[in-house]
C-alpha cells in the first residue's frame, strides 16, 4: 500500500487540468436526463443525487482514476483487516466491526475483536430488556421510565443527533420504551436544569467515557450523585456505564453495570456501540438498534464497490474533494428537509472537523493543501427563512448537502391548498435544488439569482432505524476516504490537547502565561 | 450623506497597504497589558476585549478612517431617524424604535411609530397579565400554563433562542409563569410532535406572521386548528396573533387578540416586537421583556459613539470587515460559553447571513468585493470535544466570536477537584482564547499548535434579561455597520424569492421545468 500526499500523485495535475471545466459547468442545462442519470444507490433503499454538482464525464473519470491511484478501497479494506489506521496514537480502527465483519478476524491481545463487540452488544441489550421487564429498577423499586445520557462529544452528539432522528418514528411505531435526556456541559446550568426536570427515582443515568478520565462527564457524574443522595437515591442503582475496560469507571461496583469498548473506536465513530447503543436500546428496544446496525452494516458493504459511480459514499467523497481543492470552496452546509434530523448536522459537523481539520500527513509531515471543510447545517425549510440568503445571493459560494424522505414518520399530516405538509416540504426541497443550481435572470440585479450553486441530494423513502444507521455510515465512509486522498490521519484529534493542558493551569492559577492570568481576571476565576 | 461601495474609498487603500502587518500579527506576544488594555465597554456590565484580534494601532486608526469616510455612526442616526435606509424595498428600518427614542419621532401615514410599538407593547403586556391572573383562559375555563409560538425564521429563530437564553435564569428567580414551546417547520412531524406533547386544553397558540401569507405558518397553523377542534376546543379561545394590521389575520375574531407589527420591523430584526414579546411576556412576564428592551436601548445609546475604541458594536463590525476583505476569511464561529445560548447562533446566523448575504450594492447594482461571511456555532465546552480540532489545526484559519460569564444562571453548582463547574467553564474559555492565539511548539508537527488563530471575547456578569437584550443589540448593530461599509442594504431579503415560486409550481406539478418535475418525481411529490 502506498500513501502519497494527494498533491504528489499523478491525477491531482489531471485534476487541475479540468478546473475549467468545473468552474463553467452549466447548471442551467440541469434537466430531466440528467437528474435521472447522475444517482448513485445506497443502502436501505436510499439514494445519492449528484446531477446539480459541477462533475461532467471527464471529470469523474478523473475522480475515478484518483480513487485507483491513492487505492481508496485498498485502503478501506486494510481498515476492515485490522491494520493500523490510526498511526499517531498506533492504534486500529473498528467501528465498522461494530456492525458486522468485512474483512480479516481481527485479533488482539488473544481476543478476537468482533466476538468482544457482539458480547457487549448482547450483554447491553439484555440489561435493556431487563429493565424494561422491571428487572432491573432503580433505589425504590420503580421501574425506570427516563435514562439520562451523560457524556460529551462523540459521547454526545451522535447518542443525541440518533435519538432524536428516531423518537418520533419510534413513537408512531409503538416503539418507546423510556424518554431519553442528555447532559453533557460543563457548564453547571446544563446539569442542574436536565435534573430538576427529570423523575429522579425513575431515572437511569448512562454515563459515558471511554477513558474514564474526562474532565466535563467526570463532573457532571458527581454532580447527579450529590442530587441523587439529596433525594435518598443510592447512585449504585441509578446508573451504568460505558467505558474501556482499563478506565476507573470500568469494574466498579459504584454502577448497576458496566460495558465496554476500546481504543480502536474512536469517540465520533462510537454511537454504533454502547456508546449509543446503551442509550438507545434503553430508549426504543435493542431490535430497533440492531435495525440501525444492520442499515450501517449494509453500507459498508457497498463501499467496498471499486466504481466510484455505483460507491456512493466514495462518490460523495470525491466530488467533495474536487469542490474543496481545485473549485476552492472552504465550506459545505448539510440541509435535512426532516425535522428528526434537527441535530445531525451538529454531528457531522464533529464527525468530518475533527477526523479531516488537520494539516499534517498521516506520518506527521505539514502538508501543502486544504483538508476538511467547514460544516454547518439546519433543516429546511427553517433555514430557507434564515441563512439561505447569502447561499443564494451571498458574494461566496457554498456547496449544499440536501437529505429528504418521501413519506413522515409520524404520518399525521393535514392538507392545506390542496397539498399535504409533507408534499410541500418536499416541493421545497426540489425547488431549492433547481432554484441554486439554474438561478434567475432579472434586470433588477437585486432580485436575480447568479445561479451555479451545486449541490447533491440523498433520499430515501422514510427514516426508519436501518435508514438513519445505512445514512450515518455514508458519512462516515465518506470523511475516511477523504482522509485517504488527503492522506492524512482521520481518526486522531491532537487539536484537543492544549486546550486541557492550558486549562488546568488556569484553574492552578499558575498558568506561567501572562495573558491567560489575565483573561482568568476578567472572566473572575 | 453619500453612499459609496467600500472599494471606492480612500481607506480602501488604507487598509489594503496594513495586510501585512495583519497578516504577520505577532499573537505570541500576547500579554497582561495588552488583554487589559484592548477592552470596549458594553452597556449592562458587558466588555469586548479585542486583545486576541490581528490589530495593531495603525490598523485601528485606519479603521477609525473608514468609520469616518463612510459616515456609519451618521448612516446609523439616519436610520434612527426614520430614513427609507431599506431602499429596495422602500422602507424606514425601525426595530431600535421598539426599545426606546434616540432620534427624531418618526412619523408615517400621520400616525407616531414610536407612539404606537409602545402602544402595542403596552396592550401584550396587560394581555399577558390577565392570562397570568387566570382573566383570558381556554375553551374549558383552564388556566393556561404552555404558550407555543407557530411562526419561522425571525418569527421563530430569535424568540426562541431568547426563550432558551432565560429560563433557566427565569427558574432560578422565580419568574417563570408558563411553559414555552415552539413549531417553525411545514415537515408535519414537527407539528404533530410539539403537539403530541401538549396539554392542549392549557395552551395559548401565538401565531406570528407579519405578512400573514407566509406558507408554514398557514399550515401548521391550521394543523393545530384541527387538532383542537378535536379535543373540543374552540380554536378562536386558544390562539392570539402577532401580525401587521393589513394581513387576514388582523382584527379576525378567530383569535383571542391581535397584536401589530408593521413593515419597517424585519423579520430578523423583530424578536424585540411583539413577535418575541407576546411569547417571553407570557413566559416571563411582561417586566421581564421591558428589562430586555433596557438592556437593548442601554447598547443602542452606546452605538452613536463615534470613537471606534468607545463603541463595540462599531468596533467589532470593523474587525470583521478586515478579517473578512483583507485576510480573507471566509467564516465566524460564535462560541457562547453558556448553555443558555445553545441556539444563539442559530438566531446570529439568520440575522448576519440573511442580512449581508449580499452582491449587489443598495442601489442594485453588482459589487465586487466580499460580504457577510459564513456563521456558525455551538456552546462551549461542547464544541472542544467536536468541531475544535479543526478550529486548532485545519488548514484554514476560522476568526471566532467567544462569550463568557462570570456566574451561571441557576446557581446550583458542584465543586470537583478543588473547583466549581462554573469555574471549570472559564477555565476552559480562557484557555481556549489563549491555545488559538498562542499554540504551542513540538517537534511532533502532529502535536503542533501553529496558533495566529483570531478570537473575540464579549464577558460579563451573569445571563440576566438586560444583559441577553445588550448583547443582541450588540450583533444587530454590528451587522448593521458592516452593510453600512459594504454599502449593501442589510434590510432585504430577495434572495428567498425564487424557491417560493418554484416550490408552487412544484406542488402544483406545473413547473414548466424538466428538472423540477425530475426531482419531484424522485421525492413522489
Redesign the interface.
Known amino acids: 500500500m502506498q500513501y502519497n500526499d494527494f498533491n504528489k500523485t499523478t491525477t491531482f495535475k489531471t485534476l487541475f487540468a479540468l478546473v475549467g471545466q468545473g468552474k463553467n459547468f452549466n447548471y442551467k442545462a ?3 436526463q ?3 442519470s447522475a ?1 448513485a444507490r445506497m443502502s436501505a433503499g436510499l ?1 445519492y ?1 449528484y ?1 446539480a454538482k459541477p462533475v461532467t464525464s471527464p471529470i469523474l473519470d478523473a475522480l475515478q482514476a484518483l480513487a485507483d491511484e491513492q487505492e481508496l478501497v485498498a485502503k478501506y479494506q486494510s481498515l476492515l483487516d485490522g491494520e493500523t489506521m490510526n498511526v ?1 496514537e498506533d492504534r486500529k480502527v473498528l467501528h465498522h466491526l461494530l456492525r458486522g465483519q468485512l474483512g480479516k478476524d481481527v485479533v488482539f491481545e488473544g481476543r478476537n475483536l468482533g466476538t468482544f463487540y457482539r458480547q457487549e452488544l448482547e450483554r447491553f441489550a439484555a440489561f435493556a430488556d431487563a429493565v424494561h421487564a422491571g428487572k432491573i429498577t432503580g433505589a425504590t423499586g420503580k421501574k425506570f421510565t427516563t435514562a439520562t445520557q451523560i457524556g ?3 459521547s ?2 451522535g447518542p443525541r443527533a440518533l435519538y432524536l432522528a428516531l ?2 418514528w419510534a ?1 408512531a411505531e409503538g416503539k418507546r420504551k423510556l424518554n431519553a435526556k442528555f447532559i ?10 436536565v435534573l ?1 426536570s427529570l423523575p429522579l427515582e425513575e431515572t437511569i443515568f448512562v454515563l459515558v467515557s471511554k477513558s474514564g478520565t474526562t ?2 462527564t ?3 457524574e ?2 447527579i450523585k ?1 442530587k441523587l443522595k439529596k433525594a435518598g437515591l443510592d447512585p449504585s442503582r441509578h446508573i451504568v456505564a460505558v467505558t474501556s475496560e482499563t478506565s476507573p469507571l470500568a469494574h466498579n461496583k459504584s454502577y448497576l453495570d458496566s460495558f465496554y469498548i476500546d481504543d480502536f473506536i474512536g ?2 465513530y462510537s454511537s454504533m456501540s454502547g456508546v449509543g447503543g446503551v442509550i438507545l436500546s434503553l430508549a426504543f428496544g435493542p431490535d430497533v438498534f440492531r435495525e440501525i446496525l444492520a442499515g450501517a452494516h449494509e453500507t459498508d458493504k457497498l463501499s467496498l464497490e471499486k466504481d466510484i459511480r455505483k460507491n456512493a459514499a466514495l462518490l460523495d467523497a470525491l466530488i467533495g474533494v474536487w469542490e474543496r481543492n481545485f473549485l476552492d470552496f ?2 459545505t452546509a448539510i440541509l435535512p ?4 434530523l434537527s441535530r445531525f448536522p ?1 454531528h457531522l ?2 464527525l468530518d ?2 477526523s ?5 500527513n498521516r506520518f ?4 501543502a ?4 471543510p ?3 447545517g ?5 433555514g ?13 459560494v ?1 456547496p449544499l448537502q440536501f437529505i ?1 424522505f ?1 413519506e ?3 404520518k ?3 392538507a ?20 441554486f ?4 435572470e432579472d434586470v ?7 445561479g451555479g450553486r451545486p449541490s447533491s ?1 440523498i ?1 430515501g423513502k422514510r427514516l426508519t432505524p436501518s435508514v438513519l444507521g445505512a445514512l450515518l455510515a455514508h458519512f462516515e465512509n465518506k470523511v475516511m476516504f477523504q482522509g485517504f486522498v488527503w492522506n492524512v ?1 482521520s481518526f ?16 492552578a492559577h499558575a498558568s506561567g ?8 481576571k ?4
Open positions: 440541469l434537466d430531466a440528467r437528474v435521472q444517482v439514494a443525487s446531477a499517531g460529551i462529544g462523540g454526545d452528539l423518537e418520533n413513537d453533557s456541559n460543563v457548564d453547571p446550568d446544563d446539569a442542574s436544569a430538576a474532565q466535563e467526570l463532573t457532571n458527581l454532580f450529590e469517540g465520533r472552504p465550506y428537509y426532516s425535522q428528526a451538529a459537523q464533529q472537523m475533527e479531516n481539520g488537520k494539516r499534517v506527521g509531515q505539514p502538508i493543501y486544504s483538508t476538511g467547514v460544516v454547518f439546519e433543516p429546511g425549510t427553517n430557507q427563512h434564515s441563512f439561505y440568503q447569502l447561499l443564494h445571493q451571498g458574494s461566496d457554498v429528504g418521501v413522515s414518520q409520524r399525521d399530516d393535514v392545506v391548498d390542496g397539498s399535504m405538509s409533507q408534499a410541500k416540504l418536499k416541493a421545497n426541497l426540489a425547488a431549492q435544488i433547481v432554484a443550481a439554474k438561478g434567475k433588477n440585479a437585486n432580485k436575480e439569482f447568479t441530494l433520499f490521519n486522531d484529534q491532537e487539536g484537543v490537547q492544549l486546550g486541557k493542558a492550558l486549562t488546568k493551569k488556569a484553574l502565561d501572562q495573558a491567560l492570568e489575565a483573561y482568568g476578567l472572566l473572575e476565576i
